[in-house]
């Protein structure tokens, strides 16, 4: 379960003690968010901070954003994943 403010959550454990089939679980449990619909990103519908480019295009234009209910994505880690590997890091001498 990821909050954004902390960064999200690990859990450890010994081998074969459940811990992916807990996370799995929980994930089934969290209520589905409203997406934009058709949106590789999961644009949220009317926060411009949480939009893609394309959903934010729209939301400038006016224009109606369709929205569907999805669930709540788990996405599974290697141990050593760090953030800026995970969501790339821009180069400023470029």
Same mark, same amino acid.
Request: proline fraction near 6%; charge should be negative; hydrophobic fraction near 35%.
């Given at each position: 379960v990821i909050d954004p403010k902390i960064g999200g959550v690990i859990i450890m454990g010994d081998r074969g003690t459940g811990k992916s089939t807990t996370i799995r679980a929980i994930t089934d449990l969290l209520p589905e968010i409203v997406v934009a619909k058709d949106d590789p990103f999961n644009s949220h519908t009317t926060n411009?901070? +949480? &939009?893609?480019?394309? $959903? +934010? #295009? =729209?939301?400038? *234009?006016?224009e109606i954003i369709e929205s #569907? +209910? =999805? *669930? $709540?994505? &788990?996405v599974d880690l290697p141990l050593g994943a760090t953030e800026d590997r995970v969501c790339g890091t821009i180069d400023i001498e470029k």
């Amino acid at each position: 379960v990821i909050d954004p403010k902390i960064g999200g959550v690990i859990i450890m454990g010994d081998r074969g003690t459940g811990k992916s089939t807990t996370i799995r679980a929980i994930t089934d449990l969290l209520p589905e968010i409203v997406v934009a619909k058709d949106d590789p990103f999961n644009s949220h519908t009317t926060n411009p901070e +949480l &939009m893609s480019a394309n $959903i +934010l #295009e =729209k939301f400038q *234009n006016h224009e109606i954003i369709e929205s #569907e +209910l =999805k *669930n $709540i994505p &788990m996405v599974d880690l290697p141990l050593g994943a760090t953030e800026d590997r995970v969501c790339g890091t821009i180069d400023i001498e470029k």
